[in-house]
């Protein structure tokens, strides 16, 4: 059963700790993305990769950072350098280069930061 | 940079009536066009797409857009809709030269009730 698989669904930090998200997904997609969602703002990029150990910085990049080692997995580790972490964060993949295939998201992490 | 304007923040009808939604993109060069649908506790789904070609797309459960290049826009439209269309809708875009593996840039959403 192919998709996007994101965890943990919630997630409850300190202020001043660094925190991981999970992303992975078996649709042998290229190119991952991380979106950040808040109430009336629509989505808005974060980072995102279309090869493995490459990516690129979206509109919002400060105060988070992404590895991409395997083609599978795209974790996003939000900083205590981000000054208003508490949102909803969703993962997609796409073909990638010159594929024109749209985005499929994840479920999505909810971030609460105490 | 790319920016999306969707019109209508919260949009309430009754079922059967008519919907458009409207969206209009600011980027002079080519680009890809979306819809995306969050129903209520789900994932964010594709409703339909425009890359090329003809510029009257249809989409799942009858949704259709219409792309209008003179006027940047793209709006969403059905001719009736049901109570199960209750959603958050958004329109997106990236740009083709990018190879259409660059981030989407998503307007702020359109919350759409449908009364019963």
Redesign the interface.
Known sequence: DGGITQSPKYLFRKEGQNVTLSCEQNLNH??M?W?RQDP??????IY?S?IVNDFQK??IAEGYSVSREKKESFPLTVTSAQKNPTAFY?CAS???????????????TRLTVL | ?QS?S?HN?HVILSEAASLELGCNYSYGGTV?L?W?VQYPGQ????LL?Y?SGDPLVKGIKGFEAEFIKSKFSFNLRKPSVQWSDTAEY?C?VND?SG???????????THLIIQP
Do not use: I, M, W
């Open positions: 290229d190119a993305y979106y009336g703002q629509g989505l808005r990029l995102y279309q979206g509109d969703l796409s073909g990638g280069l010159k594929s024109y295939n749209e985005q499929f998201f994840g479920p999505g | 940079a999306v969707q923040h890809n979306f995306y994932h964010l789904q594709l797409k890359f958004f997106a083709r190879g259409g593996a660059d981030g989407l840039t998503f307007g702020k959403g």
